[in-house]
């Protein structure tokens, strides 16, 4: 099957090339941090962690939010989510493998990621990250191919995906509890210490992943024959609009009860999260825009239209990537707003960052080619 990776029209090869010189680009600036370390970052006393860390909270909500996708789509039999358990396994193998990548950027030297594995703290959240985000990344990728191979030869999927999809579960629900636990034992910063932190995380991710999930079949569909089905898309729209509105309602439930408990360490952190910060402007879009493409796409008519339920799909993943990864990381760390003006990315660090999502995206595109082709194989049979 691998050899569909190689083959497409002239667009499919202009697109593989331009994320290759991306990628190309964040293994350069990856060279130079590995050389040096955190000189080539903005990071400092006012940020320890910066864009790197940033996605890490988004990334791990997204593995986790795949299962949503894969276990019902494996687990139960006449599932309508069944056409796309291959792509969710695919994007929860892409997400974990994106914030091993992160993890290692994040270190500064990203060969100290083996310091994680050889040195294993059993009371640090960090030290369980690293072996649970390898586990799931090979659980689902095997998961995955092993569904692609099953629906081109146009026979049932092996028996054992189900222990495998059983073993990912457990794993992949912790992934976002983890990253939750890591910021909370962070002291300062009451933005990471709320209980419903792991909870929003996930709900983010169901959402995120959803709408992530519909541009991913609504272009596989358009330009490369890929099927879903109009019921699926429809029905997996209306969970992104579900999951965003429990999402939504989580993030308003941890601002009233810092508001009216009056509790003047978080008010301060909302404050500063969307008052007088250069991050005000980033966090009310978020909201406003999670907010409009939750509201839309619980509208039916627009559900059944598949290009505008891809667009705010996107649009909600957006909003979730800015609230549960930007805004909560870097602005999370500021002490007063004129803290905030003492990190700004380096070139290099935003060189690696989109050198990793290039290589997310080239990666997922090749796989998305290879379950179309097998797909239309099997009709051709």
């Known amino acids: 099957m691998i050899e569909q990776a190689f083959k497409g029209r002239r667009n499919y090869r202009i697109w593989s090339l331009a994320l290759l010189v991306v990628a190309a680009g964040g293994v350069y600036a990856s060279a130079l941090q590995s050389a040096d370390g955190f000189v080539h970052t903005g990071m400092g006393n006012n940020a ?6 940033a996605q ?5 909500s997204i593995a986790a939010a795949s299962l949503a996708i894969l276990v019902p789509g494996t687990l139960q039999k006449h599932s309508f989510l069944a056409s796309l358990a291959p792509l969710a ?3 929860g193998a892409t997400a974990s493998a994106m ?3 992160f993890i290692a950027a994040d270190l500064g030297m990203q060969r100290r990621i083996l310091t994680l594995l050889l040195n294993p703290s059993p009371g640090a959240p960090a030290s369980w990250q690293v072996p649970l985000l390898l586990l799931f990344l090979a659980l689902t990728l095997t998961v995955g191919w092993a569904q692609v191979g099953a629906m081109r030869k146009g026979v049932k999927p092996p028996v054992w995906i189900r222990s495998a999809v059983m073993v990912a579960l457990p794993a992949g629900i912790a992934l976002p509890v983890i990253s939750a636990f890591t910021l909370a ?3 300062g910063s009451e933005l990471w210490t709320s209980a419903l932190l792991a909870p929003r995380l996930m709900a983010s991710g169901v959402a995120a992943g959803a709408g992530i999930m519909l541009l991913m079949a609504v272009t596989a569909e358009q330009l490369a024959g890929f099927k879903a089905g109009e019921e699926t898309l429809e029905r997996l729209a209306a969970v992104g609009a579900w999951a965003g509105l429990v999402f939504l309602a989580l993030t308003g439930l941890d601002a009233a009860t810092a508001m009216l408990g009056n509790m003047t360490a ?4 909302l404050a500063l999260l969307y008052g007088n910060s250069p991050f005000a402007v980033v966090s009310w879009f978020a909201l406003f825009s999670g907010t409009l493409s939750t509201g839309l796409l619980l509208v039916p008519s627009l559900r059944r239209s598949f290009i505008a339920a891809a667009s705010l799909g996107s649009l909600l993943a957006l909003s979730v990537w800015l609230q549960s990864g930007l805004t909560l990381i870097l602005a999370g760390q500021l002490k007063d707003a004129s803290a905030a003006a003492g990190y700004a990315p380096a070139v290099p660090e935003l060189l690696l960052t989109a050198g990793i999502w290039a290589g997310a995206v080239l990666l997922m ?3 998305l080619k290879i379950t179309a082709s097998a797909q239309l194989e099997r009709e051709g049979l």
């Not at 890490?56 to 791990?60: G, I, K, N, R, V």
């Open 365 to 367: 595109t090749v796989l």
């Open 266 to 269: 978080d008010t301060a952190a």
């Open 185 to 187: 034992v962070v002291p």
């Open 56 to 60: 890490l909270p988004f990334l791990a």
């Open 48 to 53: 320890i962690w910066g864009l790197y860390h």
């Open 89 to 91: 396994a695919f994007l």
């Open 99 to 101: 914030s091993l990548f």
